[in-house]
């Protein structure tokens, strides 16, 4: 006989919400986790405040092989559900930009909240798993504390974004042994970097900030960007980061509507003596605009300034083109891009086709979230989904 009904391996988001429904189901649930507490990426979300997920969800704000895998589980358990959730609990909380919501006090409220509404689950901590195997009709969990059975195995692990949480590819590890594919991980909301001559040319520039439009492929985003010491980094360049493959260019404009040829033409009419640089600085920083005219070789007054040359200056600025070398990693990395393959999923239930009873969910799954809170509404609509069959 089975020690338990389910047993999940991950007691983050999707994992306790997974819990929490197949706990109403009057399943017998165990959740094992390595950490020596529960949710320590919900605790440290949104700069301790949990951006617990956005008003505006929807199955467009996702990257995946298959876009579509994601639409039944959001639809069954929108972002509304949630909100409803935290109000009754009455935890205050406040709407950012884009729709991004956030916790008023720390982030600890909506972790209380999920071992609140898991009661009656147990959840052990501190467990590190060793081994997974698999009988007709069960599987068995082996850990530095024991084996335990369960009909049901789910797997929310997470990927190996942000190691010093303790996270790491062991999700992945699971799929490949019960013949499930997995989609290359890379990671995802990341800042990117540069080499060392296009460093050079930046030098300087490190803590300037300004909201821009950055393009990979067929992709836009705008928000705020901001340069650092090693490279490109703020929310538009994490967003695009999730799109982003190694040789690939990205095209900046540093003032989106703005036509700064044209700009530049009229200032040159009405202020011809005034210096390029600081014409450009009425508009982008002023560090950044000397940094720009300087790359165009457009150092003097707008009078001695060709429409050639302006231009070029306006290019650099409206269609500024660059090759990141790579990215910060998952060092540093909010999610992971890539995971199990859906194909190998059923999306109603996130049941592996080809193993009853061993589901993934979470950021485990090939389904990855814009920044703003839809990576966390993911887990809670994926784990809810396989908290109803698990």
């Not at 195995?153 to 974004?161: C, D, E, F």
């Not at 300087?204 to 090693?230: I, N, P, Y």
Request: glycine letters at 10%; a neutral charge; proline letters at 4%.
């Amino acid at each position: 006989m089975a020690d338990f009904d389910t047993l999940i391996i991950g007691a983050g988001a999707a994992g306790l919400m997974c819990a929490i429904e197949a706990n109403r189901r009057g399943r017998r649930v165990l959740v094992l986790d390595h950490a020596a507490k529960v949710g320590e990426k919900i605790r440290i979300s949104g700069g301790g405040r949990a951006n617990f997920t956005n008003r505006h969800a929807q199955p467009a704000d996702y990257l995946s092989d298959n876009p579509r895998f994601c639409i039944s589980a959001l639809k069954r358990y929108t972002q509304h559900d949630f909100i409803a959730l935290v109000e009754k609990h009455a935890i205050t909380y406040h709407e950012r930009d884009h729709g991004q919501l956030f916790c008023d006090g720390p982030a600890q409220q909506i972790i209380d909240m999920l071992l609140d509404e898991a009661r009656g689950v147990d959840i052990r901590t501190s467990i590190n798993v060793t081994r997974v195997t698999k009988t007709e009709s069960l599987f068995t969990v082996e850990t530095d504390h024991g084996s335990f059975s369960a009909e049901s195995l789910v797997i929310a692990t997470g990927g190996p974004s942000i190691p010093k949480m303790g996270s790491s590819g062991f999700g992945y590890a699971i799929a490949r042994q019960f013949g499930l594919r997995v989609v290359e991980p890379r990671p995802g909301l990341v800042p990117l970097t540069f080499d060392a001559a296009t460093l050079a040319l930046l030098d300087g520039l490190a803590g300037v900030s300004l909201d821009a439009m950055v393009k990979c492929g067929k992709v836009t985003f705008t928000e705020a960007l901001l340069f650092t010491h090693r490279g490109l980094s703020g929310p538009v360049i994490l967003q695009i980061s999730s799109y982003w493959r190694g040789g690939q260019h990205i095209t900046i404009d540093l003032l989106p509507g703005t036509d700064v040829f044209e700009h530049l033409k009229k200032a040159r009419d009405s202020q011809p003596r005034q210096e390029v640089r600081t014409a450009l600085a009425q508009w982008i920083p002023k560090r950044l605009a000397h940094k720009v005219a300087e790359w165009a070789g457009c150092d003097g007054h707008l009078a001695e300034t060709s429409d050639k040359s302006l231009r070029r200056l306006a290019q650099h600025i409206n269609a500024w083109r660059i090759t990141p070398d790579g990215s910060e990693g998952n060092r540093t990395a909010e999610v992971t891009v890539g995971g199990v393959d859906t194909r190998d999923l059923s999306s109603k239930t996130m049941q592996a086709r080809s193993v009853p009873g061993l589901y993934f969910i979470g950021e485990t799954v090939d389904v990855t979230g814009h920044l703003g809170g839809f990576n966390f509404q993911w887990a809670w609509a994926s784990g809810h989904a396989c908290g109803q069959v698990a």
